[in-house]
Every structure is written in C-alpha cells, then in structure tokens.
C-alpha cells in the first residue's frame, strides 16, 4: 500500500467506518462481508486490512465512534457528584443520554447493534450490553439508596425496585424507538415518561 501521510489514513479509516455503518445497517452484520464495506466505501478489501484486522475489529472501532446510553448516565452521575441531588442527577442523566442518542450517527449505531447483530463468532453483542448494563444497574442504584437514605423516596418504593423500573423503562423505550425513529420522540415523548416515573417514586412534601 502506498505510503500515507497520517491525515489521509485517518480519513480512509473513518471512511471505511462509515460504508461499515451503511452497509450493517442494510445487510445486518452477519451478513456483510468486508469485501461489502470496501466496496461501498470505493476501495479495496486490502485498505479495509491495513486499518483493521478483522471484522470483529472495525465492528467495535465502529460502536468506538459513540457512547452508550448506559455509559452515558455512568458517566454523567459521576461527573455531577450528586450536586443536584441523587433524584435529579439521575433524572437529568438519563434525559441527556436520550439527548445524546438521536443523533444520527448514534441512532445508526445504535440501531445496528440493537436490531442488526446476531451472535457471531467473535462478535457478541448481547455480552458487550449485558456488562454495560451491570455497570449501570450499580451506579443507578447506589444513587437510588443515597436518595433513600435521605428520605427523598416515597416509601413504597426500595432503591432495587426503583433501579429495576429505571432500567427497565430505559430499555423499553430506547428499544421501541429505535425500532421506528419516526414514531415519536425519544427525548421528549421518552423524557415526559421518565420525568413521570421520578415524580411518582419522589417523596413531596
């Protein structure tokens, strides 16, 4: 392969991110091959070689490219601290990852991993969100327990059963819109949802 300056390998590999993005979307990942993704991106099957090693490799370089809504609450709670109270940093957290998922390059990604990849070899999409989500869960529910510790939580409500309906409607919605973007909005339609569900489990005064 002719020698690159850096510049252009960086825009041949996210080029060849980007037909790997079209191209996952159309097929599903099982069924495309590298030989698709060069092809649609203009090239050949050895430049998708030079950047990558394998499929497995450009599939993760691609998710790489965005956050995971899960990874994004993770991140959010821990970057707030809590400053606005447990209740509200998880509030505004998960509405900010809704935020962060419709745009298009995210809701791609998304959509390919969610609906567009089966279990393949070295390739497994439902161990790599299992794990997000187990991470999530913990950070969800220490901040849940805080806010119970504090008498912030209706009593009715225990800081697991909270963390299991956060999760769940999380999951539910994320799962539903991304399946037809257009039927509604995530962040608005799927943020009244969550701002309803803090304000049931929310003790007033």
């Not at 495309?32 to 203009?42: D, K, N, P, Q, Y």
Request: charged share 25%; with cysteine; aromatic share 6%.
């Amino acid at each position: 392969m002719p020698r690159r300056t850096k510049a252009e390998a960086e825009a041949t590999r996210e080029a060849l991110l980007d037909a790997a993005e079209d191209v996952f979307l159309e097929k599903g990942v099982s069924r495309t091959s590298l030989e698709h993704i060069a092809r649609h991106a203009g090239m050949t099957r050895g430049a998708v070689y030079w950047h990558f090693k394998n499929k497995a490799d450009l599939f993760h370089a691609m998710l790489d490219r965005v956050k995971m809504p899960l990874q994004q609450i993770i991140d959010d709670i821990t970057a707030e601290r809590q400053a606005t109270g447990p209740l509200d940093t998880l509030r505004l957290a998960t509405l900010h990852a809704f935020d962060m998922l419709e745009r298009p390059r995210s809701c791609r990604v998304h959509t390919i991993l969610i609906h567009r990849c089966e279990f393949i070899s070295d390739i497994n999409p439902v161990e790599l969100q299992n794990r997000l989500a187990s991470d999530c869960r913990e950070v969800v529910r220490r901040c849940f327990q805080q806010a119970h510790d504090e008498g912030l939580l209706i009593d009715a409500i225990a800081p697991d059963v909270a963390t299991l309906m956060l999760h769940s409607m999380i999951g539910g919605l994320v799962h539903d819109w991304l399946r037809a973007p257009d039927s509604f909005s995530l962040r608005e339609s799927g943020g009244e949802a969550i701002d309803s569900l803090f304000y049931l489990i929310t003790r007033h005064a």
